[in-house]
């Protein structure tokens, strides 16, 4: 992953729990306390921190990812990519349905990005189900926090129920989504 992924991390977590916990955090990981945004780590670093993360702040990882899906779409989101992010749609579901094509944009910035693809079953009610595929193991609960960050982001509060993992039969993770209007 980018180091702009680990980097919002840091920023989290310093927010939330100071910096010596991000140094403890990132000691126990045997990773580095800063990442440069533009260049490429190993997924092994992300997942490791949020395994250090876990253990320091003693709180369970879903939780962590949870929370940093959230605070992704609700703050690194807006203030780093506001302008693609403001072209890809107007609401929940419009950024949603475009999702893929904003990632593609973003791969002439990023070359080694191997990005997840989102897709919507019945966008046009207030509860849709949200496709998503990913090379990338284990991130659901980063999933129900972006779409619930997407919700407050929007006004329309989301709730996300992670309805099916990936199968031989299905090769994507299933989200429901029922937005309050």
Do not use: K
């Amino acid at each position: 992953m980018y180091g702009l992924i680990n980097e919002a991390m840091r920023r989290l977590v310093c927010e939330s729990s100071g910096a010596e916990a991000w140094s403890a955090i990132a000691d126990r990981a045997e990773a580095p306390e800063s990442f440069a945004g533009m260049s490429y780590y190993d997924d092994d670093v992300t997942y490791a921190l949020v395994g250090a993360a876990s253990e320091v702040l003693g709180t369970p990882a879903a939780d962590l990812l949870r929370d940093f899906g959230h605070y992704w779409t609700t703050r690194v989101g807006p203030e780093s990519y506001a302008e693609i992010l403001g072209a890809t749609g107007t609401d929940v579901v419009s950024v949603l349905v475009n999702l893929d094509h904003m990632h593609a944009r973003l791969q002439s910035l990023y070359p080694e990005l191997r990005p997840p693809s989102f897709a919507v079953s019945g966008e046009g009610a207030d509860t849709f189900e949200v496709l998503y595929r990913s090379e990338r193991q284990g991130l659901a609960p980063f999933v129900v926090g972006l779409l619930e960050g997407l919700g407050d982001l929007y006004g329309t509060p989301a709730t996300v129920v992670h309805e099916s993992a990936p199968s031989a039969d299905q090769p994507y993770d299933v989200f429901r989504v029922s937005l309050a209007r």
